[in-house]
Every structure is written in C-alpha cells, then in structure tokens.
C-alpha cells in the first residue's frame, strides 16, 4: 500500500509517499481502506514535537488519528461489521498505532463504528476525535434539558460539535467566538454568539443568566481563559476543560464549589482501557448526524497524497474553517 511517512520530526518534516506492506487483520481488529482522513491540533504537535510528546510514535512514522473509509478484511472475534461496511473512527497515529495516512488501516474494531449515513466520507473522517471529545466532556457535566452552556471556543474543531451536542441535550447554548465570521458560523449552529474580544464575562453572564451564571461551561480554549471560565460559571455549576496543560490558582473555583471535568479522549488509545467507549460513543453520534442534529463543519479546501504538508499547514497557520481533511 502506499502510505504518508515521516523519516524526522519537526515543524517543517516532510511527509514522503512509501510502498508498505499491505496491513494484515489481526485478532479483534478490521482492515479498512481510507478514504479521508482528517488533521488535528495533536496530529501537528506530534509532527512538530516527536520524541518531546510521549505519544509520539517511532520513526519511519505514520500520522493520522481520524478516518472514514470502507472494510475490507476481518479479523478474528470481530462482530457487528462485515466486508463492504463504511465506517469511520480515530484509531492510530499514536505510539505503536498505525495511522489513517495510509490506503489501509488496521483498525481495533473498538474504536470504529458505521458511518452516519447521512455524511460523506470527508465530513464523517472529520468527526471521530471532535466529537468524542466533546461528548465526553458534556455527558461528564451531566447536561441535561433546560440548563445553560457556554461553549468556550463555539467556533472551533471541538467546539461547534460541542455547541450541537450540547443544544440536543436540551440546553440553552451560547459560545465564544471573535470576528463576524465565527459569530456567524456560531449563530448557524443555534448558538447566542458572543464576542470575546468586545464583551466581559461579567457583562454577558449578567445579560444572559441574570448573574446567576451557566450551569455548565465547556472550555476548548483552556490556558489562561480557564480563568474566565471559572468566571463564568454557576455556584456548585460545572467546567469541563479540553486544554488544563496549564498551572493556575483553584481558589475561585473553590469558594464556588466548582467540579472541574478534564477530558483527554486519547487514553483508551494510549493505554488499552475501556476501548469500547469510543465504538459506544461513535454509534451515538452516527444516529444524532443521521436525525439531523450534528453536522460537522469541513473547511473547503480540498487536500490529497501530493499536499498532506500543505493540509498540515493550513490548520496551523489558522486559515481553515472547521475540520481540515484530507483526502486519500
């Protein structure tokens, strides 16, 4: 098969088209022929940082932790999919795990599920990661009908899922954004926009939540702005964060009674625990895209094997809107 390979890590390390071995189905797992795979926020780190990451894997690598593509192969003790299914996941890319750069990818059947019918490959290759993330870190705060959430970040990756997740729980959502651009797409996805840069928490949490503040904030930004989110928050309300690599002062969480949710969805993959989640999560998601109520946004450049660096760079520089994906 052919594959994206790195030989060297860096910001700039070149992706190379190699000749590999075509993957064999081992025990629990299924082969499938990619047909997107998308770009992630981690998936440059790892570029950039290599060995500095402990996820990073072993060079020659292949990156990659999104795909959607088709099944191909079974291995042995797999159930619930046959040859000819579409499915989709996040599934290697890390350590010891193959990634979706690849025409083929031996996938844990765990981490997969039947794609949305309702998504093409590029949207449903754009899904996997964000949505779990998302998921976990609102179903974790317990969202619930007729509460308030607000989205830090509403028009990011994670975000703009979490925002459609979040509203088919039942709750009232607004997020964060900046620009005309973001504030529309928020808008688009049923969200009240808010404008970090010409709005105060306190002026928006008075405004909308009568000072009270929200039950449930969902941080995508974290680093300083868990600040505001603690801010933002409800006495006894919940924040769970996708970005605490930071170190700050808990006190104003603690005179509010804060539980403070942090989600890192590359666990089960790293360490082998409670793969199945992710599979359970994936078919959730699939039936919610297929009634309607999520639909990934995928930036409009299209990308392919010649430009996998171009891809990695578009998401970097800050120019895509919503997923970046690339095509195989």
Same mark, same amino acid.
């Given at each position: 098969?052919?594959a994206?390979?790195?030989?060297?890590?860096?910001?700039?390390?070149?992706?190379?088209?190699?000749?590999?071995?075509?993957?064999?189905a081992?025990?629990?797992?299924?082969?499938?022929?990619?047909?997107?795979?998308?770009?992630n926020?981690?998936?440059?780190?790892?570029?950039?940082?290599?060995?500095?990451?402990?996820?990073?894997?072993?060079?020659?690598?292949v990156?990659?932790?999104d795909?959607?593509?088709?099944?191909?192969?079974?291995?042995?003790?797999?159930?619930?999919?046959?040859?000819?299914?579409e499915?989709y996941?996040?599934?290697?890319?890390?350590?010891?795990?193959?990634? =979706?750069?690849?025409?083929?990818?031996?996938? !844990?059947?765990?981490?997969i599920?039947? $794609?949305?019918? @309702? *998504?093409?490959?590029?949207?449903?290759?754009?899904?996997p990661?964000?949505?779990i993330?998302?998921?976990?870190?609102?179903?974790?705060?317990?969202?619930?009908?007729?509460?308030?959430?607000?989205v830090q970040?509403?028009a990011?990756?994670?975000?703009?899922?979490?925002?459609?997740?979040?509203?088919?729980?039942?709750?009232?959502v607004s997020?964060?954004?900046?620009?005309?651009?973001?504030?529309?797409?928020?808008?688009?996805?049923g969200?009240r926009?808010?404008?970090?840069?010409?709005?105060?928490?306190?002026?928006?949490?008075?405004?909308?939540t009568?000072g009270?503040?929200?039950?449930?904030?969902?941080?995508?930004?974290?680093?300083p702005?868990?600040?505001?989110?603690?801010?933002?928050?409800?006495?006894?309300g919940?924040?769970? =964060?996708?970005v605490?690599?930071?170190?700050? !002062?808990?006190?104003?969480?603690?005179? $509010?009674?804060l @539980? *403070?949710?942090?989600?890192?969805?590359?666990?089960?993959?790293?360490?082998?625990?409670?793969?199945?989640?992710?599979g359970?999560i994936?078919?959730?998601l699939?039936?919610?895209?297929d009634?309607?109520?999520?639909?990934?946004?995928?930036?409009?450049?299209?990308?392919?094997?010649?430009?996998?660096?171009?891809a990695y760079?578009?998401?970097?520089?800050?120019?895509?809107?919503?997923k970046v994906?690339?095509?195989?």
């Amino acid at each position: 098969m052919k594959a994206m390979v790195l030989n060297s890590y860096g910001p700039d390390a070149p992706f190379e088209i190699v000749d590999m071995p075509d993957p064999v189905a081992t025990s629990g797992h299924v082969i499938v022929k990619v047909a997107a795979a998308s770009v992630n926020t981690v998936d440059t780190m790892i570029r950039s940082m290599g060995a500095d990451l402990p996820l990073s894997p072993a060079l020659p690598a292949v990156l990659g932790m999104d795909f959607a593509g088709t099944v191909v192969a079974i291995g042995e003790g797999v159930t619930g999919f046959a040859k000819g299914d579409e499915v989709y996941g996040c599934a290697g890319g890390l350590m010891d795990l193959p990634g =979706s750069l690849a025409e083929y990818i031996n996938a !844990d059947a765990r981490l997969i599920a039947h $794609k949305p019918r @309702s *998504l093409s490959m590029r949207e449903a290759a754009a899904l996997p990661l964000v949505g779990i993330t998302a998921y976990e870190g609102l179903t974790r705060a317990d969202v619930g009908q007729g509460q308030t959430v607000l989205v830090q970040g509403g028009a990011g990756g994670v975000g703009h899922v979490a925002v459609q997740i979040a509203r088919h729980l039942g709750a009232t959502v607004s997020a964060t954004g900046r620009g005309a651009d973001q504030m529309a797409l928020i808008e688009s996805i049923g969200a009240r926009p808010l404008d970090f840069t010409t709005q105060k928490v306190e002026d928006y949490v008075a405004e909308h939540t009568d000072g009270v503040g929200f039950d449930v904030v969902f941080d995508s930004v974290g680093g300083p702005n868990m600040t505001n989110s603690f801010e933002a928050a409800k006495l006894n309300g919940q924040v769970a =964060s996708t970005v605490a690599m930071v170190e700050i !002062d808990l006190t104003p969480a603690h005179f $509010k009674g804060l @539980s *403070l949710h942090v989600v890192f969805m590359l666990i089960p993959m790293m360490h082998d625990v409670e793969r199945q989640t992710h599979g359970d999560i994936l078919r959730t998601l699939a039936e919610l895209a297929d009634a309607g109520g999520l639909k990934p946004i995928v930036d409009e450049q299209a990308f392919g094997w010649t430009n996998v660096g171009a891809a990695y760079a578009h998401l970097i520089n800050g120019a895509a809107v919503g997923k970046v994906v690339v095509e195989m």
